[in-house]
């Protein structure tokens, strides 16, 4: 810099030589205080506390299947991870999600739903016609194994409740309920999540969209506490008892698991949505859209191995 260059020696011996020697002194001093600081200055940068870095940044990438995903703070809003967070995709049964949160909405847990023969012919097949079941029973049912019957059946009983002049209240509800959240790139066509045909789902959303969703449920958790378990039995209060099995196969990997939901057709792929804490009051939702029946799961372990804490 130019206050440390050293006088030209022509103007150093015009000068008395006691001057001279005060003057050389003088500059040494000068010099030596200037690196002590500059040494110091950048001493202190270079010893910044390695824990003072986000936790993941000295990770590698998670290698993952999905075209989109998204981890979300919940408490703090913080994204801990987003890939592709904003690409509007089939969302598959994780709208059953928004079907059940909605049929809480309309109905009591103790309230009697009735599956009608719509309600079969919309879900293709897996409960019979005429089976009645409490809301609550059916709805843990219809979120466990995924039952496309029971979405229908569950929004078939709600729609009374919401009078809004559409063909089907419940649905148009679902997507109400999408916008007063903000959630832009979600909308839905039925309470399912089956694709309406070969090219067209019927459920669509972000990762992002969705990782909100969650964050907004983190209130209702309760409604949703079924989903942890691995398997169980439901029984209609007129047929025969029913055996389920959770569609979430990675339940025994996620520690803290509050709640989660699969989704798989042909234009989603596989899809998964789970909630979990990841530490005393630190819940997370992971979001992943895109990826395979199989690879969803190993997707959501790699980001959870991702943002945890290095042991």
Not at 202 to 212: E, F, G, I
Request: charged fraction near 20%; glycine fraction near 8%; aromatic fraction near 8%.
């Amino acid at each position: 810099m130019e206050e440390n260059q050293i006088p030209a020696p022509q103007q150093a011996l015009t000068q008395p030589p006691s001057e001279h020697r005060f003057r050389l002194v003088q500059g040494a001093l000068v010099l030596a205080l200037f690196g002590c600081a500059t040494f110091l200055a950048h001493t202190t940068q270079a010893v910044a506390p390695p824990e003072a870095l986000p936790a993941a940044a000295a990770r590698a990438e998670p290698q993952l299947t999905a075209i989109s995903a998204y981890v979300l703070d919940v408490a703090t809003g913080e994204i801990l991870y987003a890939k592709n967070a904003d690409a509007q995709l089939p969302i598959a049964s994780i709208t059953k999600l928004f079907t059940v949160a909605t049929a809480y909405e309309a109905l009591s847990p103790e309230s009697v739903v009735r599956v009608s023969l719509d309600a079969v012919m919309r879900g293709e097949g897996g409960l019979g016609e005429g089976e009645e079941w409490l809301m609550r029973d059916l709805a843990d049912y219809t979120l466990i194994v995924s039952s496309n019957v029971g979405a229908e059946a569950l929004a078939e009983a709600a729609s009374p409740r919401f009078r809004n002049g559409a063909e089907r209240p419940a649905i148009e509800r679902m997507n109400q309920l999408a916008r007063e959240l903000g959630l832009e790139r979600t909308y839905f066509l039925n309470a399912s999540g089956l694709d309406v045909s070969e090219t067209q789902a019927s459920a669509m959303s972000s990762a992002r969209d969705l990782a909100h969703f969650l964050r907004y449920l983190y209130g209702k958790t309760e409604l949703f506490s079924g989903t942890l378990n691995p398997t169980g039995e439901y029984k209609p209060l007129n047929a025969e008892t029913l055996y389920a099995k959770n569609t979430n196969d990675a339940i025994p990997d996620i520690p803290g698991l509050i709640f989660g939901k699969t989704g798989f057709t042909d234009l989603a792929g596989g899809t998964l949505a789970v909630l979990f804490e990841m530490g005393p009051a630190r819940p997370v939702a992971i979001v992943v859209l895109g990826s395979t029946r199989e690879a969803r799961f190993s997707d959501v372990r790699a980001l959870i191995r991702y943002i945890s804490p290095s042991k």
